[in-house]
């Protein structure tokens, strides 16, 4: 299992050594603590000896190919955030990566900016700066969005109805899992901490009724245990405030992609 110990340690795996050390060269000044691999087969050796908070994983290697490795890494510790990098536009590719797990699927060349958003930036945008966080997401969907915090809901709702999402609010679990059995979103964004029935018993909840729905948790503190706990409920990712709303969108947008896949 990934330990605490090493929340912001990131392995860069590329067959590319300028690619691969540019990309750590940068993560490095991002305040991650970076460790490299050639390979997919180097980079499972170093997954089980490291135990990296994330794997910013190239698709196309040689020595077990990144797919391959992605699936290794996911059956290893499933709490491992997986971004993969690849370097053609290959839609059945990178579907076949969102479906094995990856966190977020980039092509090449990939701004570093998207590397480390997507790996979880260590500052939220500022209100005004949330129109230019990221493009206009290519395929919108239903997100419910549960807090008891009125700002963060409001935040929250501005921002993801600025990208194309139908987005609604809930107060607590009650309101939302009333909101899910009546018509449920394609993902909820949930509260972890809540008065009442709190994140995880809602996401049990919510899971029973609708268990078609993604559910991303979103919580106050860092917790491993607490992750561990949401994941293991169903929780298809899980964001630590203050939210990075970048990464959360390409969270949503791989949630609803997935979503659609499953249904065939």
Not at 68 to 77: P, V
Not at 121 to 144: D, F
Not at 189 to 203: E, H, N
């Amino acid at each position: 299992m990934a330990e605490q110990a090493g929340a912001k340690r990131v392995l860069v795996v590329d067959d590319d050594e300028d690619m691969r050390a540019a990309v750590a060269e940068f993560l490095n000044m991002q305040g991650f603590e970076v460790a490299e691999a050639s390979n997919g087969l180097e980079a499972l050796l170093q997954v089980k000896r490291l135990r990296p908070y994330a794997v910013v994983l190239d698709i196309m290697m040689p020595r077990l190919g990144g797919l391959q490795a992605l699936q290794h890494i996911r059956a290893f510790d499933p709490r491992i955030r997986v971004v993969v990098v690849s370097g053609v536009a290959d839609a059945d590719l990178l579907r076949q990566a969102a479906l094995a797990g990856a966190s977020a699927c980039l092509t090449k060349p990939a701004a570093f900016a998207e590397i480390a958003a997507a790996l979880g930036g260590r500052l939220p945008p500022a209100r005004a700066e949330l129109a230019r966080v990221a493009p206009p997401a290519q395929r919108a969907g239903r997100v419910l969005v549960v807090d008891d915090e009125a700002e963060i809901r409001e935040v929250l709702q501005e921002f993801l109805a600025e990208k194309g999402y139908d987005v609604r609010p809930a107060a607590d679990a009650a309101a939302a899992i009333a909101a899910v059995t009546a018509e449920a979103p394609d993902v909820v964004l949930l509260d972890i901490q809540m008065p009442g029935l709190g994140g995880v018993d809602a996401l049990a909840a919510i899971r029973a009724v609708a268990p078609d729905v993604k559910v991303i948790m979103v919580s106050g503190t860092s917790s491993v245990d607490l992750a561990s706990r949401a994941l293991a409920y169903g929780a298809f990712d899980y964001v630590a405030k203050p939210i990075d709303l970048a990464y959360l969108q390409r969270s949503l947008e791989t949630a609803i992609m997935m979503k659609g896949l499953e249904r065939g």
